[in-house]
C-alpha cells in the first residue's frame, strides 16, 4: 500500500484516483485502529471543513460486510454500527447521524414533499410558440406534439431531443421556453445538436429552429445550466442571461444566472467564451479554459479567476462541493437542489466559511454534518427547515 498519509492527503484534496480510494477504502476497514487514525487525521483539519465523500448507504453496507468477516470476538453488532456510522460521517458526525434516524426519515419525506411551482405542479413544463403550455413526464408519450398535433421533439432519458426532426423546413424563428422546478434536473438537445444540461430552478427561452437564424444563435436564461456548444463559425452562440452576453463558436461552459443571485458566473470547461454586458459589447473578457468571470449585479464590476472547473458543475453528477461557500450560500444551494425552504434564525452562522464534498446526500445527512463542525439544531416541519441555535 502506498503511504497511507499521502492517501489521506489525497483524499482531502479531492485530488485520489479511483485505484487509490479503493485502497485507501480497504486499508481504513481492514481494523478498528485503522478507522480511529484515518478519523483523527480527518479532525486534524479546520473545523469548518467538510469531508463527506461516499454514499452513504453504500458505503454503510460495504463497511458492515468487511466489519463482519474480520471482527474479532470482543466486539459486538452495537460496535458495528458505532464504527460504521462514524465512517460514513467521515468527521466523526456518523455517531450523530446514526443517533438521529429521526432526522434522516424527516427529511427523506420532506425530498417527496416538493414545493409546488408557479403552475401547481413539480414538474418539467414547456411553453410553446403556439401558446401551450406541457407537462413534461418520464412516462406516456415518446414524442412532443404542438397544439396541432406536429411533432416538435423526441423525449429521452430526462430530457427532451429538438435535433432528431426535420425543422428545416420552419424557418420562423420562433420561441420555447422551458421551467425547471426546484429538486430537479432536466437536458435538452437544440436543433443544432448544442446539449443544454439544466439546473433545478432554471428558466431557458431557445428557438425551437436554430436554422432559422441567419445570425446569432440566442438563448435566454434564469438560472444555471451547462452548455456543450455546436460549433458554427458563421453564427455565434449567445447565452443572455439579464443583462450580460456570453457569445462562443463552439464549446463547453457553466453559467450560473439565478435573479436572486447578486453575481453572474460563467466557468468555461473547453474552448474559448467572450463575456460582456450587452449594453457594452466592447468591453468584453476573453476565458480560457479553467477560468471563470464574474459579473456583480450590484455595481456592474467584472473579475475574472482561475477555478477548479469541477465545483461549477459537479451539480450534474447530483454531487455537492463546497469551496469557500458561507452558510447562507449553501442554504440556497440546497433549496434548490432539495425543493425546500429553509429559515436560518443564527445570525452568526450566516458568513460562516465551509469547505466539503458531499455525493448524492440527504439533505439530513448535510446539514447533520454541517451541525458537527457548527453546532445548531434544526427542525423540519412538512418541507420548511428552520435553523436554530
Same mark, same amino acid.
Given at each position: 500500500?502506498? +503511504?497511507?498519509?499521502?492517501?489521506?492527503?489525497?483524499? @482531502?484534496?479531492?485530488?485520489?484516483?479511483?485505484?487509490?480510494?479503493?485502497? @485507501?477504502?480497504?486499508?481504513?476497514?481492514?481494523?478498528?485502529?485503522?478507522?480511529?487514525?484515518?478519523?483523527?487525521?480527518?479532525?486534524?483539519?479546520?473545523?469548518?471543513?467538510?469531508? *463527506? *465523500?461516499?454514499?452513504?448507504? /453504500?458505503?454503510?453496507?460495504?463497511?458492515?460486510?468487511?466489519?463482519?468477516?474480520?471482527?474479532?470476538?470482543?466486539? $459486538?453488532?452495537?460496535?458495528?454500527?458505532?464504527?460504521?456510522?462514524?465512517?460514513?460521517?467521515? %468527521?466523526?458526525?456518523?455517531?450523530?447521524?446514526?443517533?438521529?434516524?429521526?432526522?434522516?426519515?424527516?427529511?427523506?419525506?420532506?425530498?417527496? +414533499?416538493?414545493?409546488?411551482?408557479?403552475?401547481?405542479?413539480?414538474?418539467?413544463?414547456?411553453?410553446?410558440?403556439?401558446?401551450?403550455?406541457?407537462?413534461?413526464?418520464?412516462?406516456?408519450?415518446?414524442?412532443?406534439?404542438?397544439?396541432?398535433?406536429? &411533432?416538435?421533439?423526441?423525449?429521452?432519458?430526462?430530457? %427532451?431531443?429538438?435535433?432528431?426532426?426535420?425543422?428545416? $423546413?420552419?424557418?420562423? %424563428?420562433?420561441?420555447?421556453?422551458?421551467?425547471?422546478?426546484?429538486?430537479?434536473?432536466?437536458?435538452?438537445?437544440?436543433? =443544432?445538436?448544442?446539449?443544454?444540461? %439544466? +439546473?433545478?430552478?432554471?428558466?431557458?427561452?431557445? #428557438?425551437?429552429?436554430?436554422?432559422?437564424? &441567419?445570425?446569432?444563435?440566442?438563448?435566454?436564461?434564469?438560472? /444555471?445550466?451547462?452548455?456543450?456548444?455546436?460549433?458554427?463559425?458563421?453564427?455565434?452562440?449567445?447565452?443572455?442571461? /439579464?443583462?450580460?452576453?456570453?457569445?462562443?463558436?463552439?464549446?463547453?461552459?457553466?453559467?450560473?444566472?439565478?435573479?436572486?443571485?447578486?453575481?453572474?458566473?460563467?466557468?468555461?470547461?473547453?474552448?474559448?467564451?467572450?463575456?460582456?454586458?450587452?449594453?457594452?459589447?466592447?468591453?468584453?473578457?476573453?476565458?480560457?479554459?479553467?477560468?471563470?468571470?464574474?459579473?456583480?449585479?450590484?455595481?456592474?464590476?467584472?473579475?475574472?479567476?482561475?477555478?477548479?472547473?469541477?465545483?461549477?458543475?459537479?451539480?450534474?453528477?447530483?454531487?455537492?462541493?463546497?469551496?469557500?461557500?458561507?452558510?447562507?450560500?449553501?442554504?440556497?444551494?440546497?433549496?434548490?437542489? *432539495?425543493?425546500?425552504?429553509?429559515?436560518?434564525?443564527?445570525? *452568526?452562522?450566516?458568513?460562516?466559511?465551509?469547505?466539503?464534498?458531499?455525493?448524492?446526500?440527504?439533505?439530513?445527512?448535510?446539514?447533520?454534518?454541517?451541525?458537527?463542525?457548527? #453546532?445548531?439544531?434544526?427542525?423540519?416541519? =412538512?418541507?420548511?427547515?428552520?435553523?436554530?441555535?
Amino acid at each position: 500500500m502506498q +503511504n497511507k498519509e499521502t492517501l489521506i492527503e489525497k483524499f @482531502l484534496a479531492r485530488t485520489i484516483s479511483p485505484a487509490e480510494r479503493k485502497i @485507501l477504502k480497504k486499508w481504513v476497514l481492514m481494523k478498528k485502529e485503522n478507522l480511529e487514525f484515518f478519523k483523527e487525521e480527518i479532525r486534524k483539519r479546520s473545523k469548518n471543513t467538510l469531508y *463527506h *465523500h461516499f454514499d452513504e448507504n /453504500e458505503a454503510f453496507k460495504r463497511f458492515l460486510g468487511t466489519v463482519e468477516k474480520k471482527q474479532s470476538k470482543n466486539w $459486538t453488532p452495537s460496535s458495528f454500527l458505532k464504527y460504521a456510522a462514524i465512517f460514513i460521517g467521515l %468527521l466523526s458526525v456518523g455517531i450523530f447521524i446514526f443517533q438521529s434516524q429521526g432526522y434522516l426519515e424527516r427529511s427523506d419525506a420532506v425530498v417527496q +414533499n416538493e414545493r409546488a411551482d408557479e403552475n401547481g405542479q413539480n414538474n418539467v413544463v414547456i411553453s410553446l410558440e403556439d401558446g401551450t403550455k406541457q407537462i413534461i413526464t418520464t412516462d406516456g408519450s415518446t414524442k412532443l406534439v404542438d397544439k396541432d398535433g406536429n &411533432t416538435i421533439a423526441k423525449k429521452q432519458a430526462q430530457g %427532451l431531443d429538438f435535433s432528431q426532426l426535420n425543422n428545416g $423546413t420552419d424557418q420562423n %424563428l420562433v420561441f420555447n421556453e422551458i421551467y425547471v422546478p426546484y429538486g430537479q434536473t432536466f437536458n435538452l438537445t437544440l436543433s =443544432d445538436g448544442t446539449k443544454v444540461w %439544466l +439546473n433545478a430552478g432554471t428558466r431557458l427561452k431557445f #428557438p425551437r429552429n436554430l436554422s432559422a437564424t &441567419t445570425q446569432n444563435r440566442i438563448v435566454y436564461l434564469d438560472g /444555471e445550466a451547462y452548455f456543450d456548444v455546436t460549433r458554427d463559425e458563421k453564427r455565434p452562440f449567445i447565452v443572455n442571461a /439579464e443583462n450580460l452576453d456570453i457569445k462562443v463558436l463552439g464549446t463547453q461552459f457553466n453559467v450560473s444566472a439565478y435573479k436572486s443571485d447578486g453575481a453572474i458566473a460563467t466557468t468555461l470547461v473547453e474552448g474559448a467564451v467572450n463575456v460582456y454586458e450587452n449594453s457594452n459589447p466592447d468591453a468584453k473578457i476573453l476565458l480560457t479554459p479553467s477560468y471563470q468571470a464574474a459579473f456583480v449585479k450590484e455595481n456592474g464590476s467584472m473579475s475574472k479567476k482561475k477555478v477548479d472547473t469541477r465545483i461549477y458543475t459537479s451539480w450534474m453528477e447530483n454531487r455537492l462541493i463546497i469551496d469557500n461557500l458561507s452558510f447562507e450560500e449553501i442554504l440556497a444551494k440546497l433549496e434548490r437542489t *432539495h425543493n425546500v425552504s429553509i429559515i436560518n434564525q443564527v445570525e *452568526h452562522l450566516k458568513n460562516e466559511v465551509f469547505k466539503g464534498e458531499f455525493e448524492n446526500e440527504s439533505i439530513g445527512t448535510i446539514l447533520s454534518t454541517i451541525a458537527t463542525s457548527t #453546532p445548531f439544531t434544526y427542525k423540519i416541519e =412538512d418541507n420548511v427547515i428552520t435553523i436554530s441555535e
